[in-house]
């Protein structure tokens, strides 16, 4: 996987991680672009596209764009629920994650990504694995203020 | 925020902030200090945020990544997994070269260790991977990499899962080095596959088990061809079928993330299928699996579908099975709401073609392209366009579907497309009657596109005669036709139907005063467009002095092209890019050419035209006697032949020049042989064995020992391979090896010679042949030759002492062949008669075409082949240009006369410079780029490869240039030579050094009369009608010129005047026109004259 985005329907960017050495300039322009291209697709369209050369796999959920560009020869459809075990990762660490919890634990969604994805490749495809980590790290913060 | 009194928590708080605005879409440059500061907190929050801060914010070359390398380490020393897991994910983030250097080493370490805790191992798996990607070479492979790949084995699936990800990509690099985890992967996807749903736990996925994990062993797989281990083979083919089975169970979820997880996996498989293509049981049942998809009610997976059927149509087990869902594919193109759904099945359409159903898919393509979404009409239209042409049958069909393409959707068709067209049509004479009717039917529609007028202009212009029967399709008719749009098209086009016109003018002699009536318009006299209002008054100046012949000649049907790929192909591979979908779709497409057949070749031109046709031979510069019946077959016949006349066939394979050599050894038995940059292949008649490495500069020699074992035609090949600066090097040199060589010199007496002269009275035995001399008729230097030839010369044998006769017996293993010659010259004709009879009749038929009728009149070896060939302007123009910076003669030098040829030969100019005393060579310079197509000479122009010719293949001492006009050597003359050796190279000479014509050979727009694109690009085959201009019209042109009537050419002056003469000259380079040349000379002279330099 060469880059993630999430963004809102009206084009708002909510979080980019990127796999690719690319520079800032670049980055903003890959994302207008794409969100463009994306938003402009019909609800009923496929999942996928071809965007420069690379594959875009996309799905929205609720508010949110979830949106994937991944290599030629890289399987479309485990792209797709690599999106949805996100979203479920999210939805489990918040409990019914909306587009604001994103906006305002914006680190916490960064942290839960670095758990399930690591340079481009799914690290822990286990939910429980992924949440204990998490949930790891937040008992440390706790400690750590009590300690302080 | 420098403030020291901030504590960390505030340090956090703010750096929080900041990564918070910059998520909002707003530049930060500031707080990188604090966040590398928080990263060597105590507090996991502060490290965190810090961390999250450098992976969002820091890219990879700033100068701050010291520091964080600083703190990176600490962490990764501290056995703290948590802060490992963090310092790692940082490392995986960033991903700079910086990190690679600092940390390449240590991972492998971590990765391997054996009390690293899983999740650290899967980070460390993750890390590495990003920094191969990076920095690949800063990697080094070592001992861990076999520990690495048994992680495959580890009983933690997450760690197998990121582990299977490094080791897919370290071993598309080095495969070697990770054969072993072929076995490792299939048994831990075997074991994933038959494994019950609840078997993995939390890595089972909506029902489906690992399929993460599943699909990136399959990927792994894909990096190797099929196992050779059988039981390993075995137990994968188990694997994919039970994967291609659980396809047809019942779903366990209604879900949509059930469907998708299996179906991943399924796909995986079915690429891994298609990877090892060895399966035919395996790809029909994928085939057939991808033909349900194609109808099912999701979107995502027809669209998977219908990518996944375009690489499985390339493998020739399911072409057939791919071919079997056509209507499903075209009820695709028809119905589906999606473009990229529909792109998908154009791509699937495109790939299942073959020769069965390319009419039916062609003609869907075309319906579909009347409502195709604008971005890939183009596409579209190159892809039907490849298709017809590559399994057109019937070329109507062909030249059918192309006129379609142009109506339907001429804004789409990129020149290239009707290029190729009309190419097809001037190289199959059985389409070019129904080509003509087709075009002029659809010139008749009230609006037609312009390319359609291009066609239709060009076709007619050529063939318009095979329609011009009909009452329906007169010539006026024509031309009236054509006419009627001329007014509503651009400029490029316009000038096409100018040279459509001329065309005409020398077809219909009937509409000429018509057509010249529309030349002589102002409207074109006088055109604002410099283009369209010179070939306005050249064509017109051409229709009226030249006569019914030379219009012939000039205006004559186009040489066929030459065969090549097809530039259409090109422009979509240039479309396409270079992704590995196309790359698999080409490679397809290219194998089935092979699986299908393409269309038959056209022959190709360039062998037949460049042996000089009898007819042609005015001059008698090839010198080679047509046969009067073919040479008996015996030992495949006409090898001499080959190598005197001036074959392009038998060159080809050999290296350049060595054609040239081969003919000087004739008479001769030493000499050089061969000679390039780097190898010099000389000849003697006795030398000694070689050693393997030859030294730079060194001599060395071969023996070779040659025994004739019958009468032969074809000279041995002599093929040398050897290394040079660690590239090899093939060089073929033809040993110059001639039935001649094994001539015994036989000493007789008159009376015996008579004798056995009267005894081979056989007419069979006997062949003679009457030809002019081309040199001096030199006694001693005919001795010479007939000695050099091998036999004897007999003194005092012919009662007339002026003849020269010889005598000689070949020696064969079998057999003796007595040969017996006979030359008698006439001086005042200045011709030989050369009879021969021999006691083999094969014999005297090769002979028949002996060399010695080539060597008696003492020609020159040729020095260069005569075949015209491309020719670079920009380099030519580069070089006079240099030439002209060169300092001025001296006194002394300035009153000889100065020439500049201009020879043009295979892929080589020559420039000479010299006077009538002789020659020297002062330049030399190859054809690189794309070349321009001179029309004129058939079959020479195109791009050939280009060999350069060494310099010192050229002798200049044994160029005699006869110089045909000598005239007073004031700065304005421009002088023509002719020069025999280089043939038919027009030279022209001029006082060059100081001329300003030099500076406008781009602008003077003679690239057309060149066969230059009008819209300036270099790189095509010239498809624009071009007028050939023999010299007599070029004659006429210059001399048309000095009116009055010149209109907007006055301003351009004498430099488009001189470089139109330049290119005109240029475009005069066949054999049959040289006499045309002469003819020009005083009338070119006189019109240049009057040009003021």
Partial sequence: MQFMLLFSRQGKLRLQKWYVPLSDKEKKKITRELVQTVLARKPKMCSFLEWRDLKIVYKRYASLYFCCAIEDQDNELITLEIIHRYVELLDKYFGSVCELDIIFNFEKAYFILDEFLLGGEVQETSKKNVLKAIEQADLLQEVSYLGS | MGDKA??????????????????????????????????????????????????????????????????????????????????????????????????????????VAGDTMDSVKQSAALCLLRLYRTSPDL??????????????????????????????????????????????????????????????????????????LSVKLLRLLQCYPPPEDPAV?????????????????????????????????????????????????????????????????????????????????????????????????????????????????????????????????????????????????????????????????????????????IRIAGDYVSEEVWYRVIQIVINRDDVQGYAAKTVFEALQAPACHENLVKVGGYILGEFGN????????????????????FHLCSVPTRALLLSTYIKFVNLFPEVKATIQDVLRSDSQLKNADVELQQRAVEYLRLSTVASTDIL????????????????????????????????????????????????????????????????????????????????????????????????????????????????????????????????????????????PTVDGGAQVQQVVNIECVSDFTEAPVLNIQFRYGGTFQNVSVKLPITLNKFFQPTEMASQDFFQRWKQL????????????????????????????????????????????????????????????????????????????????????????????????????????????????????????????????????????????????????????????????????????????????????????????IPLKLLQPHSVQPRQLVSEQPTPAVLTLVFHETLGLAVILGLHMRNNPCLGSLEDSGFHHRLGKIPDGSSSRPGLVPCPVFPASALGVLISGYDSQRLGGLQEVDGRRLCMTAVALFLCCLRMSLVQGLFEAMPMASKGIACYKC
């Fill in chain 2, 761 to 948: 009275s056989n007419p069979q035995q006997e062949v003679q042949n009457i030809f002019k001399a081309k040199h001096p008729m030199d006694t001693e230097i005919t001795k010479a030759k007939i000695i050099g030839f091998g036999s004897a010369l007999l003194e005092e044998v012919d009662p007339n002492p002026a003849n020269f006769v010889g005598a000689g017996i070949i020696h064969t293993k079998t057999t003796q062949i007595g040969c017996l010659l006979r030359l008698e010259p006439n001086l005042q004709a200045q011709m030989y008669r050369l009879t021969l009879r021999t006691s083999k009749d094969t014999v005297s038929q090769r002979l028949y075409k002996h060399p010695l009728s080539e060597k008696l009149p003492l020609k020159a070896p040729p020095v260069l082949h005569l075949q015209p060939a491309p020719w670079v302007w920009r380099e030519y123009r580069t070089q006079f240009e240099k030439g002209c910076s060169r300092p001025a003669p001296s006194k002394k030098e300035s009153k000889k006369q100065r020439h500049v040829f201009i020879g043009l030969t295979q892929g080589c100019v020559a420039m000479l410079d010299g006077d009538s005393s002789g020659l020297e060579v002062c330049d030399l310079w190859f054809e690189q780029s794309p070349p321009l197509r001179l029309p004129a000479c058939h079959g020479g122009f195109e791009d050939s490869g280009g060999t350069p």
């Fill in chain 2, 233 to 405: 083979r075995g137990r994968l083919t188990e694997c994919l079928e039970t994967i291609l089975n659980k396809a047809q169970e019942p779903p366990k979820s209604k879900k949509v993330q059930h469907s998708n997880a299996k179906n991943a996996v399924l796909f995986e498989a079915i690429s891994l299928i298609i990877h090892h293509d060895s399966e035919p049981n395996l790809l029909v049942r994928a085939c057939n699996q991808l033909g349900q998809f194609l109808q099912h009610r999701e979107t995502n997976l027809r669209y998977l579908a219908l990518e996944s059927m375009c690489t499985l149509a390339s493998s020739e087990f399911s072409h057939e099975a791919v071919k079997t869902h056509i209507e499903t594919v075209i009820n695709a193109l028809k119905t589906e709401r999606d473009v990229s759904v529909r792109q998908r099945a154009v791509d699937l359409l495109y790939a299942m073609c073959d020769r069965s159903n390319a009419q039916q898919i062609v003609a869907e393509m075309l319906s579909y392209l009347e409502t195709a979404d604008y971005s890939i009409r183009e596409e579209i239209v190159l892809k039907v366009a490849i298709l017809a042409e590559k399994y057109a049958v019937d070329y109507t069909w062909y030249v059918d579907t192309i006129l379609n393409l």
């Fill in chain 2, 552 to 691: 012939a000649t000039v205006l004559e049907e186009m040489p066929p092209f030459p065969e090549r790929e097809s530039s259409i192909l090109a422009k979509l591979k240039k479309k396409k890019g270079p992704s590995t979908v196309t790359d698999l779709e080409e490679s397809k497409r290219e194998r089935s050419i092979d699986v299908n057949g393409g269309p038959e070749p056209v022959p190709a031109s360039t062998s037949a035209a460049s042996t000089p046709s009898p007819s042609a031979d005015l001059l008698g510069l090839g010198a080679v006697p047509p046969a009067p019946t073919g040479p008996p077959p015996s030992s495949g016949g006409g090898l001499l032949v080959d190598v005197f006349s001036d074959s392009a066939s038998a060159v080809a394979p050999l290296a350049p020049g060595s054609e040239d050599n081969f003919a000087r050894f004739v008479c001769k038995n030493n000499g050089v042989l061969f000679e390039n940059q780097l190898l010099q292949i000389g000849l003697k008649p006795n030398t000694k064995p070689v050693d």
């Fill in chain 2, 466 to 485: 095979l329609i011009a029967g009909d009452p329906r399709s007169s010539p006026l008719i024509q031309f009236n036709l054509l006419h009627s749009k």
């Fill in chain 2, 6 to 111: 901030l504590d960390g928590y505030s340090k956090k708080k703010y750096v929080c902030k900041l990564l918070f605005i910059f998520l909002l879409g707003h530049d930060i440059d500031f707080g990188h200090m604090e966040a590398v500061n928080l990263l060597s907190s105590n507090r996991y929050t502060e490290k965190q945020i810090g961390y999250l801060f450098i992976s969002v914010l820091v890219n990879s070359n700033s100068e701050l990544i010291r520091l964080i390398n600083n703190a990176i380490k600490n962490d990764l020393a501290s056995r703290n997994p948590t802060f490992m897991g963090l310092a790692l994910h940082c490392i995986a983030n960033v991903g700079s070269r910086e990190m690679a250097e600092a940390f390449a080493g240590e991972i492998p370490k971590i990765l």
């Fill in chain 2, 139 to 212: 990697v080094p492979m070592g001992d861990w990499t076999s520990r690495v790949v048994h992680l495959l084995n580890d009983q933690h699936l997450g760690v197998v899962t990121a582990a299977t990800s490094l080791i897919t990509t370290l071993a598309q690099k080095n495969p070697e080095e990770f054969k072993t985890s072929v076995s490792l992967a299939v048994s831990r996807l075997s074991r994933i596959v038959t494994s019950a749903s609840t078997d993995l736990q939390d890595y089972t996925y909506y029902f489906v088990p690992a399929p993460w």
